[in-house]
């Protein structure tokens, strides 16, 4: 079964910098694409960015030019980097496989918070 493993969260500056990392098992998933979400208190869980399996990325407005999504398909590991992180940042992040045509399941991380203080 497929597992979603994430680190890197914790408590910040306004201005500061993190980088998360999401690990994911199972086969084929150089074939995935892959997307990093947030969800605040009392807002609805929101697509941060994207990245497919050709290596296309895709960014919310509010995070571009901050944040940069990649991938290393040989250690089947999605990042988020984030630079000049704001209050406003302040979150759940949640590393998501995107699901392809046919397959029933998604297939989500645990979490982890990511706190910005001004």
């Known amino acids: 079964q497929v597992q979603l493993v994430e680190s890197g969260g914790g408590l910040v500056q306004a201005g500061g910098s993190l980088r998360l990392s999401c690990v994911i098992s199972?086969?084929?998933?150089?074939?995935?694409?892959m997307g990093w979400y947030r969800q605040a208190p009392g807002k609805q869980r929101e697509l941060v960015a994207g990245?497919?399996?050709?290596?296309?990325?895709n960014y919310a407005d509010s995070v571009k030019g901050r944040f940069t999504i990649s991938r290393d398909n040989a250690k089947k590991t999605v990042y988020l980097q984030m630079n000049s992180l704001k209050p406003e940042d302040t979150a759940v992040y949640y590393c998501?496989?995107?699901?392809?045509?046919?397959?029933?399941?998604?297939?989500w991380g645990q979490g982890t918070q990511v706190t910005v203080s001004s």
């Open positions: 998501k496989r995107e699901r392809r045509r046919g397959q029933r399941d998604d297939y």
């Open positions: 199972g086969s084929f998933f150089s074939i995935y694409d």
């Open positions: 990245i497919t399996s050709g290596g296309t990325t």
